[in-house]
């Protein structure tokens, strides 16, 4: 009997085999009857001139297009977090802010699922009834489970075999509202029309109010046409990059004479006519390309509609210009567009060169956000910091000559200095435009670049052009008061300015040169450890023509002394008091028992980047005496002995999150050419001084644990003599020059000698 069941089930496998291949046959044959599709013309000529990476990123995007479900990324992958963007369906259904790995659809894209990994609420999306659920954590996993069940286009089940049960088959319409109803508590919500797109009633956003901005109005009794706005809508919401921002950031088509203009306004149009009513000037979109970006616009009765695009002629220099709109902090702002007879001049501001921290770095990068800077250093050497104001000027936009491109600067003693474009940049890295350059009547000699630095009205600060540093250019400084000018002597090329703040949020008189000071082979390079300040070669142009080398910057002051000269600052500052681990600067102290000197140099905070706060730690500098005693990897704190015997310096070990950090403790005595050595554990140790018990020291706690009110002082703790006698002693071997350093440091003997130091060498 059991032979005869498994010859029947047996039989009964092969016909079903048999029925599969018979059906696959078909589906082939029919294949093969269908006609081929027609070869598609090409798209346009632009197409055809890509190339071949162009291309495979021009047919992917028109691939991407012709999806049923589209996931457009926003941003880029491989930038070190999730990816991210939003969800375009073809019949309009829209979700957007989803991530990539939390967005799943059905196998014929019926549903939608998201939400189900970093969101505490997920949402299910049914195309065909365009209706959403919120399903919660536990609801979501539940319908993981029959993910591969819910129902298809056409609403029937798929059981081909008949012999499944109905808990392993594609569920029907009606079942699977069952199942919603067993499994899911929030009822269904009906998908919102926005226009051409359909999008769950959680993601529809507030809409902007229908109220127009205001118009400037047009001086009396000349005659300027009526303007007047209507509310903008692109032809489709599905085809912008960014659907919902018609909805939260209205455009107006604006109407002159009740004809439709070509310019889009919104809220931040700064429009101003001139004083006859014959001219107007704004900021304003274009309306065939909602997507454009933000232009001058200016209309005249003699020439009508033109416009400026640029914010900067074409440049290869590191450094951008964008539109000066006003500060919070600006009592008086001054206007972002005005006329003067019959030109426009449109405030614009530069960007703010950066290097990494304040001190030697390898790269400029261009800011265009609010960045703050130092502007004093408290008693213990900590930093008062201040937002850098931001450089401006004004460009020159003459209607009867659009192509010439002219600047102005803020008032020197009542008067601006003007550009004039003379030569277009070369097509080299690095290099900038030459200008021509006049002050009232004077004319200067000579091409100019433009950027440029107006300091309290009394000077300003200027480039003459030439070369490009990183390719043998000198780039001199000249300093104009009105009456004279006077170059400033300076030992490396500058390749940006910036202004420095003042305590009261004014400018001070003090002036930011970003100057290249050498090159750097990108092998010899590690952020993370700061150890790109070691091998720094000289400036060298055959090295930086070649794609692995890179430029090395550095940040130096320059202001005015009494009588008025501008000279170059130091870049180190002489301190009495012992300075805090988070001080920021160059120091150097003097120890007057034994006449030596203890100079501390080049530390770096424990985040390398300008997103730092006066509470960062300063690690990985220099302590070097003038007697040529050296310790790499200290931070800025240092104490004299009383007799003169040396220096105590401190160095961060290792600093751990939740516990206490480790710290070394180092007496450096220049006379027995020695090193002793404590290990502290403390989170910050503040050294107070040094008598006859022995060094004084004491730990401030981090503010996260200090209680709020009055504090009580922490407790003063010792270093005793008898303690120095059990620590660690290392002898400094006799490197290069006169110089005394540890094992370890002897590497870097070199990349010392070739510094500037405070009392020659």
């Not at 455009?251 to 203009?261: D, I």
């Not at 003459?464 to 009456?483: F, K, L, N, T, Y």
Request: glycine share 8%.
């Amino acid at each position: 009997m059991k032979i005869f069941l498994t010859l029947v089930g047996l039989a009964v496998l092969a016909l079903c085999v048999l029925g599969w291949l018979v059906r696959q046959a078909a589906r082939a044959q029919t294949r093969q009857e269908l006609p081929l599709p027609k070869a598609q013309p090409v798209l346009d000529e632009s197409a055809q001139l890509l190339s071949d990476k162009e291309r495979d990123a021009f047919t992917d995007k028109a691939s991407e297009a012709q999806k049923d479900v589209s996931f457009r990324m926003q941003g880029e992958r491989g930038m070190g977090g999730p990816v991210w963007g939003d969800v375009m369906c073809a019949d309009g259904v829209y979700l957007p802010q989803v991530w990539e790995s939390d967005m799943q659809t059905s196998f014929d894209g019926r549903w939608l699922r998201t939400g189900f990994y970093d969101s505490e609420v997920a949402q299910l999306v049914d195309r065909k009834s365009r209706r959403s659920w919120r399903l919660l954590p536990e609801e979501g996993q539940a319908l993981e489970s029959v993910h591969w069940r819910l129902p298809r286009w056409s609403g029937e089940t798929l059981n081909e075999s008949g012999m499944a049960d109905d808990a392993h088959v594609v569920m029907s319409d009606a079942s699977f509202e069952a199942w919603l109803q067993q499994n899911v508590t929030a009822p269904a919500q009906a998908l919102v029309a926005l226009r051409d797109i359909w999008v769950p009633a959680d993601f529809v956003p507030t809409q902007a109010a229908e109220q127009p901005p205001r118009l400037a109005a047009a001086p009396a009794n000349t005659p300027a046409p009526e303007l007047t706005l209507e509310r903008h809508w692109p032809a489709a919401l599905r085809h912008l990059d960014r659907p919902l921002e018609p909805l939260l950031r209205p455009n107006w088509q604006l109407l002159m004479g009740g004809s439709a203009t070509p310019w889009l306004l919104d809220e931040n149009h700064a429009m101003t006519w001139s004083e006859d009513g014959k001219a107007l000037a704004l900021y304003a979109y274009a309306a065939q390309n909602a997507a454009s970006q933000l232009v001058l616009a200016v209309w005249s009765a003699e020439l009508g509609w033109q416009q400026w695009s640029q914010c900067l002629p074409p440049d290869r220099k590191s450094w951008a210009v964008s539109i000066s709109w006003p500060d919070e902090a600006d009592e008086s702002p001054q206007p972002l567009l005005s006329w003067a007879g019959r030109i426009v001049l449109q405030r614009v501001q530069l960007d703010t060169p950066q290097t990494e921290r304040l001190h030697d770095g390898t790269g400029i990068s261009c800011v265009m956000s609010a960045i703050d800077g130092c502007v004093a250093h408290g008693k213990d050497g900590r930093v008062q910091l201040q937002q850098i104001p931001f450089n401006r000027f004004y460009w020159i936009r003459d209607p009867a000559r659009p192509e010439l491109w002219r600047a102005q600067s803020e008032p020197l003693k009542g008067r601006p200095l003007i550009w004039t474009l003379s030569k277009p940049t070369k097509d080299e890295q690095g290099e900038t435009s030459a200008w021509s350059l006049q002050w009232g009547e004077k004319h200067f000699s000579g091409h100019w670049a433009l950027e440029h630095l107006v300091v309290q009205g009394r000077w300003v600060v200027l480039m003459p052009h030439d070369r490009a540093p990183v390719r043998g250019g000198s780039g001199p400084i000249q300093i104009w008061d009105g009456e004279r000018m006077q170059a400033v002597d300076l030992p490396w090329p500058v390749e940006r300015m910036r202004p420095v703040p003042a305590e009261n949020g004014g400018m001070a008189a003090r002036v930011e040169l970003l100057a290249l000071v050498g090159s750097l082979q990108d092998q010899g390079w590690d952020a993370s450890a700061g150890g790109w300040r070691w091998p720094v070669q000289s400036v060298s142009y055959s090295h930086l023509a070649r794609a692995d080398w890179r430029p090395v910057y550095l940040l130096a002051s320059m202001a005015p002394d009494a009588q008025g000269l501008w000279r170059l600052l130091p870049r180190w500052r002489e301190v009495r008091q012992i300075q805090h681990p988070c001080a920021d600067g160059d120091y150097v102290w003097r120890d007057a028992a034994r006449g030596d000197a203890l100079w501390w140099w080049g530390g770096l905070n424990e985040r390398i980047n300008n997103d730092w706060s006066r509470d960062e730690r300063r690690i990985d500098g220099v302590t070097l005496t003038r007697s040529g005693a050296v310790l790499c990897g200290t931070g800025p704190c240092a104490c004299p002995h009383p007799a003169g015997e040396g220096w105590a310096v401190l160095e961060l070990v290792e600093s751990r999150y939740g516990r206490t950090d480790r710290w070394k403790l180092h007496w450096l005595n220049p006379v027995e050419k020695e090193l002793r050595t404590l290990e502290l554990a403390a989170h910050t140790p503040l050294l107070t001084g040094w008598d006859a018990q022995g060094l004084h020291w004491i730990e401030r706690e981090p503010q996260d644990r200090s209680e709020a009110g009055v504090q009580e002082p922490p407790p003063r703790q010792l270093i005793s003599m008898p303690m120095w006698g059990q620590a660690e002693v290392e002898q400094l071997l006799h490197g290069m020059n006169g110089l005394w350093l540890r094992k370890q440091d002897l590497r870097h003997a070199e990349a010392l000698l070739a510094h500037d130091w405070p009392w020659g060498k």
